[in-house]
């Protein structure tokens, strides 16, 4: 027994010697006494069945069956015990449920256990069950988002689809389609009942075909099925009277029917047959989404309505630059003239390193839709723009998981994770060499530390992206020599302020007389704690920051200015301090991370004229730069030193 996936069996001796625990997850559920009965006539009726069918054939077969059953019934009358009886079948003497099996190398999910219970249908596999509506005891809803999440194809019937019924399932449609499981859907535009929208996003959803029929005045299918294909074996159905919509699937007075194959075989057999027979029509035309296909269905589902609203879905697509586009091309060059595929770019903070990434990954996607990918920082804020980027460019609002912090992965295949946490789980975690295809290692000037060493040295990924804007080390340290000793393409800061991608700025370093060598230094920083101290109690320092604004900023009213402070003691020390002297302020640090948005808006509208921040934004001061076309473009960037 070798195919993962999910099962509903009982274990027998053989099926116990044949699972090999080291290799899979192993899932199981103890036989209760209540359902035993059941179980167990179920499982002799199939070895019955077996047995029977194996009379040999001949004039006198169906006499042969009958002496053999009633000599069976003779036997179970007298109670006959006989361990050789077909040995291979008896059952495991712990009378458990086979209930899934999947890899234990490379898993499905960081939890297996907790991945069956979640896909698992709580009406099982093999158990027909009436769903009445109106939301009365098991949810049609629910139980056919763990039908979707546990299927290996699927097989959808439907006379007419709303995007509200879409809408519903689109987080299970996304992540069985990105795993490369087969999707098809046959509906109608039937009464103009479809909704365009719904249509075109299926039909953008990969490994997903769409097929309509617009022959609604002689053929009308009102049919509405559900089918779902298990490699396992355990297919499973739903017919009755709900089609792809909102109400139908929720609260509507609908009624439908599961089937499956361990039930009823030959229902689920027509069903599917049934199905490919109406695949196979050409009354069923493929909708691809190009520019004829939308218009045809919208042409008829006006028709259909008798109206002439011509409305159509409108996506927004995120372009690179002309500077990310020259960079993306340099990438190309290297991967397919020179063959190397550990590339390192180096961009100034500002370009948009981050969202060049995001497009290469994108092209690499389209080449390998169901690639791994990894992407490697050493902060949570950072993992989270990040992350938001590559949504923004894939338009894949559940792509990526986090795993730093509180947050932690249901999955493995997308994953935005600390170096910290990589490294702390790198041994426990199962994963192979090969396992990701695409791994991004931002700020990799970090890349000679000892916990990214250890990352490098276990994982061997197809494409291996470096970013950074300054990969030069102080310690000399040489970060080249895992990218083939070859930057791949590059922006520095002057040549990107020279091509006008970034603003200009002015830079005052200011000495506030403050000593720092009583200051404990250690691991490459001052001690946050003495000099929260230390700043926190000097009025001459506030002073002389105030002083020095007064002289550098034309008006201090119509300041935007970002304080960068050691600690949120600090930090709310400052603010107080600039309201004091007149100076509108406000605060953002972790504690309050979730007001970022609003504290971002205040100072970009003028409600605030400082805004003080402990490591928030400091890699991020481009988003309150203004547009070049105003009349002062020079920034002022103050350092205060001691």
């Known amino acids: 027994m070798q195919q993962s996936g999910i099962y509903e069996q009982l274990i027998t001796q053989l099926v116990e010697k044949r699972l090999d625990r080291e290799r899979f997850y192993v899932g199981e559920r103890t036989l209760s006494s209540n359902e035993a009965s059941v179980w167990l006539s179920r499982f002799l009726s199939n070895i019955l069945e077996y047995a029977i069918s194996s009379v040999p054939t001949g004039n006198d077969q169906l006499q042969q069956q009958i002496a053999l059953s009633n000599e069976l019934l003779l036997w179970l009358k007298e109670r006959l015990q006989d361990d050789g009886l077909i040995e291979e079948n008896l059952l495991n003497s712990q009378g458990k449920i086979l209930t899934a099996l999947y890899e234990l190398e490379n898993p499905i999910a960081a939890n297996l256990k907790q991945y069956v219970e979640d896909i698992f249908p709580l009406t099982g596999l093999t158990q027909s069950e009436l769903f009445c509506g109106s939301n009365a005891g098991l949810s049609l809803e629910s139980e056919l988002k763990r039908e979707i999440l546990s299927a290996d194809k699927i097989y959808w019937l439907v006379s007419f689809i709303k995007w509200a019924g879409i809408r519903i399932f689109r987080k299970e449609l996304e992540a069985f389609t990105a795993s490369g499981r087969e999707l098809k859907v046959i509906t109608t535009s039937y009464m103009g009942a479809t909704d365009a929208k719904a249509v075109e996003y299926l039909a953008n959803l990969p490994n997903t075909e769409v097929k309509l029929s617009y022959n609604t005045e002689r053929e009308r299918l009102h049919a509405k099925s559900y089918l779902f294909l298990r490699n396992t074996g355990y297919h499973t159905g739903y017919i009755g009277s709900s089609n792809l919509s909102h109400s139908a699937l929720t609260n509507g007075l609908e009624w439908n029917l599961k089937i499956t194959s361990q039930e009823i075989p030959h229902i689920i057999d027509k069903s599917f047959s049934t199905f490919e027979t109406y ?104 993992l989270k723009q990040a992350r938001a980027a590559y949504r923004g460019v894939l338009r894949d609002g559940s792509f990526g998981e986090l795993w730093v912090g509180s947050h932690a992965p249901a999955h493995y295949h997308q994953l935005f994770v600390s170096i910290q946490t990589l490294n702390n789980q790198l041994d426990q975690l199962n994963l192979t060499p090969d396992y990701y295809d695409y791994i991004v290692i931002d700020e990799v000037h970090h890349i000679k530390a000892n916990s990214y060493r250890a990352v490098l040295a276990h994982f061997q990924p197809s494409l291996l992206l470096g970013l950074t804007a300054t990969p030069e080390r102080h310690d000399g340290g040489d970060i080249l020599a895992d990218f083939g000793g070859v930057i791949a393409a590059e922006i520095r800061l002057p040549e990107a302020i020279n091509r006008r991608h970034l603003s ?87 504690d309050n991370s979730d007001q970022r948005q609003q504290k971002q808006q205040a100072l970009r509208s003028g409600q605030i004229n400082v805004l003080c921040v402990v490591d928030i934004l400091g890699k991020r001061i481009k988003w309150l730069i203004l547009p070049l076309h105003e009349s002062e473009t020079d920034r002022h960037l103050i350092g205060l030193s001691g």
């Open 279 to 382: 695949w196979a029509s050409n009354e069923f035309e493929r909708f691809d989404g190009d520019a004829s296909s939308t218009e045809k269905l919208n042409r008829a589902l006006r028709q259909q309505r008798g109206s002439d609203d011509q409305s159509t879905a409108h996506f927004f697509d995120i372009t690179p630059f002309p500077h990310q586009s020259e960079i993306l091309e340099q990438l190309a060059v290297e991967r397919h003239l020179h063959q190397r595929f550990r590339n390192l770019v180096v961009a100034a903070t500002g370009t948009g390193k981050t969202l060049i990434s995001a497009f290469d990954f994108a092209r690499f996607l389209k080449e390998k839709p169901n690639a791994t990918f990894l992407f490697v920082a050493h902060r949570e804020e950072i």
């Open 504 to 590: 200009p700025f002015q830079y005052f370093g200011i000495d506030d007389d403050t000593d720092l060598r009583n200051i404990a230094w250690s691991r490459g920083r001052y001690d946050i704690g003495q000099l929260t101290n230390l700043y926190t109690h000097n009025q001459a320092r506030v002073d002389k920051i105030v002083l020095s604004l007064q002289e550098i900023v034309t008006d201090i009213s119509q300041m935007k200015a970002l304080a960068f402070c050691v600690s949120r003691e600090h930090a709310d020390y400052m603010t107080k301090q600039f309201l004091l002297k007149g100076i509108t302020a406000d605060i953002l640090t972790s």
